[in-house]
């Protein structure tokens, strides 16, 4: 299932501290808000823009789709058993959106998909896909435990039995060294993302990347990229990294594709707008808008030329 991106700020540390883990659990939950329109975009937006106590949780799923708050190597305040807490340290969790004019049956089902793709992403066995009573006892996920919305625990136990390979929990990865100079392509991160030292997400943090910054790849490994040493960065399909070229082919490329001879900028639109988009990552209108100045602003930035936001020759140059 695709699982649309709206982080909380990680500016924000009392709902998002940034404290990295590698999730051994993942714990159901339901909003315990039948309000109308309280769906996962309503729930998403109360995280970004600042819950009103400290409380989080990593993703909340109605019969739409499926929202990320928090990255799932982070912790989030949402077991109820403290600071120090497994619940709160070990565990991704999972709000299921229980709004009066939404299809619960669906935002189960919904979410018993999610918890698939993640049992496998983060090897995490069907006996470790535990309740919010789990931890403190609290009535959590109330539908789920009394089954008064014609689905109940086992019936969800079942959909992620029906499809599930069961996996048994590893150990964090030994760090992945790679000694190269050459380079085999050039990426720019399109989210905020990790770096671990070896392909895999249970392995060591290293940092976050930022949107727009710019990494030379040595080697890959399935979609894992190798970004010199021992770093290596998932680019999970595409969402994560976008490809900007391979040194061997940039030449070529700049010189089938020479400078139009004027300035583009906002309000530009046409052909030429197209290919900026492309290369910087944003979604191709065809149209110089706002986001396509702010993501020039941004490789600006990152290239060391002149922040202006208007694609001139020397811009024009270094994206192609």
Same mark, same amino acid.
């Given at each position: 299932?695709?699982?649309?991106?709206?982080? #909380?700020?990680?500016?924000?540390?009392?709902? +998002?501290?940034?404290?990295?883990?590698?999730?051994?659990?993942?714990?159901?939950?339901?909003?315990?808000?039948?309000?109308?329109?309280?769906?996962?975009?309503?729930?998403?937006?109360?995280?970004?823009?600042?819950?009103?106590?400290?409380?989080?949780?990593? =993703?909340?799923?109605?019969?739409?789709?499926?929202?990320?708050?928090?990255? $799932?190597?982070?912790?989030?305040?949402?077991?109820?058993?403290?600071?120090?807490?497994?619940?709160?340290?070990?565990?991704?969790? #999972?709000?299921?959106?229980?709004?009066?004019?939404?299809?619960?049956?669906?935002?189960?089902?919904? &979410?018993?998909?999610?918890?698939?793709?993640? =049992?496998?992403? $983060?090897?995490?066995?069907?006996?470790?896909?535990?309740?919010? !009573?789990?931890?403190?006892?609290?009535?959590?996920? +109330?539908?789920?435990?009394?089954?008064?919305?014609?689905?109940?625990?086992?019936? *969800?136990? &079942?959909? %992620?039995?029906?499809?599930?390979?069961?996996?048994?929990? #590893?150990?964090?990865?030994?760090?992945? $060294?790679?000694?190269?100079? &050459?380079?085999?392509?050039?990426?720019?991160?399109?989210?905020?993302?990790? #770096? +671990?030292?070896?392909?895999?997400?249970?392995?060591? *943090?290293?940092?976050?990347?930022?949107?727009?910054?710019? *990494?030379?790849?040595?080697?890959?490994?399935?979609?894992?990229?190798?970004?010199?040493?021992?770093?290596?960065?998932?680019?999970?399909?595409?969402?994560?990294?976008?490809?900007?070229? !391979?040194?061997?082919?940039?030449?070529?490329?700049?010189?089938?594709?020479?400078?139009?001879?004027? %300035?583009?900028? +906002?309000?530009?639109?046409?052909?030429?707008? /197209?290919?900026?988009?492309?290369? /910087?990552?944003?979604?191709?209108?065809?149209?110089?808008?706002?986001?396509?100045?702010?993501?020039?602003?941004? *490789?600006?930035?990152?290239?060391?030329?002149?922040?202006?936001?208007?694609?001139?020759?020397?811009?024009?140059?270094?994206? $192609?």
């Amino acid at each position: 299932m695709n699982i649309i991106q709206r982080q #909380i700020p990680a500016s924000n540390k009392e709902t +998002r501290p940034g404290i990295r883990m590698v999730p051994m659990y993942i714990t159901i939950h339901e909003t315990d808000n039948p309000a109308r329109g309280a769906d996962a975009v309503a729930h998403a937006r109360l995280q970004e823009r600042g819950n009103s106590r400290q409380a989080s949780w990593h =993703m909340q799923v109605d019969e739409n789709q499926a929202i990320q708050s928090i990255p $799932f190597d982070e912790i989030a305040w949402a077991a109820g058993d403290g600071r120090n807490g497994p619940g709160n340290t070990k565990s991704i969790h #999972i709000e299921i959106c229980v709004n009066a004019d939404g299809d619960y049956q669906k935002a189960v089902r919904n &979410t018993s998909e999610v918890v698939r793709e993640l =049992m496998v992403r $983060f090897r995490i066995p069907i006996s470790n896909i535990v309740q919010h !009573n789990h931890w403190t006892g609290k009535n959590c996920p +109330r539908y789920l435990r009394s089954g008064e919305k014609g689905i109940n625990w086992n019936d *969800f136990i &079942t959909m %992620l039995k029906r499809n599930t390979v069961q996996v048994e929990p #590893i150990v964090p990865a030994d760090p992945v $060294f790679v000694k190269s100079n &050459t380079i085999i392509q050039r990426v720019r991160a399109l989210v905020r993302t990790d #770096i +671990r030292k070896a392909p895999t997400h249970l392995s060591e *943090f290293v940092r976050d990347t930022e949107p727009g910054e710019v *990494f030379d790849v040595y080697a890959r490994q399935g979609d894992w990229h190798n970004v010199g040493g021992a770093n290596w960065i998932d680019g999970n399909g595409g969402e994560n990294l976008y490809w900007i070229d !391979n040194p061997a082919a940039r030449n070529k490329q700049a010189d089938s594709i020479p400078y139009p001879g004027n %300035l583009i900028q +906002r309000g530009s639109s046409g052909e030429n707008v /197209l290919r900026i988009q492309q290369m /910087l990552g944003v979604s191709p209108t065809g149209t110089f808008g706002p986001r396509t100045e702010a993501a020039v602003r941004e *490789f600006q930035k990152q290239h060391g030329l002149s922040v202006d936001g208007i694609v001139g020759s020397k811009t024009w140059s270094a994206i $192609f």
